[in-house]
């Protein structure tokens, strides 16, 4: 006896442009709930997380809003299967995000704790007045220069084309495929992500800067002129946040009084 795949039934399915239709209704529900977020809050570069649980939840609401613009298609690719399959469940779809989501969100708790290190040591030497600025500006240029790495290349192929499609059917498999497949996401984007923090990661503009850059890699077709472009505008950024601080538009320069780390202290619920 043969055996055969058991299809979910006609109503569960999804279409592959439904899948890519909801991923950007979540990234612009994360907007919406962002600039709600981040009403009144200092925008300077190196600004402070807050508590854990604040951090955490702001940094998956802006993980949704910066990252599935760009990755809808690739989502969409991912979760419809293998050619021939018939389309996934929308428990599949779910699983899928919630795992990618679930990725950058480690990678943000890992990224807090770094930052949350660093700002223990107490070094006046990384105050913005001292060397803050050039720590700040370094950071966002070192993230342009890896934008010319074959590392980058090779992980935002893998971003933009992943091989870690859902096995059809299972939402198990559709969690693992997601998890694959934001590794792949956080390999390829880190580097900007920390530009973001140097930038001011509770800056709106700064955050919508930010995400035409990645998703601009990733949708448009000579990818690596967007690459290249990338790369050009990261390194001019840097470069003026340690020359010339004051000219770059949207930059909000810390004050004199801020604390090491080029940061402020903040206490969120």
């Known amino acids: 006896m043969t055996a055969h795949a058991v299809s979910p039934p006609a109503e569960s399915r999804v279409a592959p442009a439904a899948v890519a239709a909801g991923v950007l209704c979540a990234a612009a529900a994360g907007w919406v709930a962002l600039a709600g977020r981040m009403a009144g809050m200092d925008t300077s570069p190196g600004g402070g997380f807050g508590s854990l649980g604040w951090f955490a939840v702001t940094w998956v609401v802006m993980t949704a809003a910066m990252m599935l613009p760009g990755s809808a298609p690739a989502v969409a690719r991912a979760v419809h299967g293998r050619r021939g399959r018939p389309a996934v469940t929308t428990a599949t779809a779910v699983g899928f995000t919630a795992a990618y989501v679930a990725v950058w969100l480690l990678a943000g708790l890992a990224g807090y ?104 890699e990733r949708l448009v077709a000579r990818r690596s002129f967007a690459v290249a472009a990338v790369a050009a505008v990261l390194v001019v950024l840097g470069l003026g946040v340690m020359v010339a601080p004051a000219s770059v538009p949207g930059l909000a320069i810390p004050s004199a009084g801020h604390a090491a780390g080029m940061g402020m202290s903040m206490s969120m619920g």
């Open 113 to 216: 704790a770094v930052v949350q290190a660093v700002r223990g040591l107490d070094v006046s030497a990384l105050g913005w007045t001292s060397a803050g600025r050039y720590a700040a500006g370094g950071a966002i240029l070192a993230a342009g220069l890896f934008q010319l790495t074959p590392v980058k290349r090779r992980w935002l192929a893998r971003c933009t084309d992943p091989g870690h499609r859902v096995p059809h059917p299972g939402v198990l498999g559709a969690l693992r495929a997601g998890a694959g497949h934001g590794v792949c996401c956080v390999a390829c984007c880190w580097t900007l992500m920390v530009a973001l923090y140097a930038l001011g990661w509770m800056s709106i503009t700064w955050m919508v800067l930010v995400t035409v850059l990645i998703a601009g």
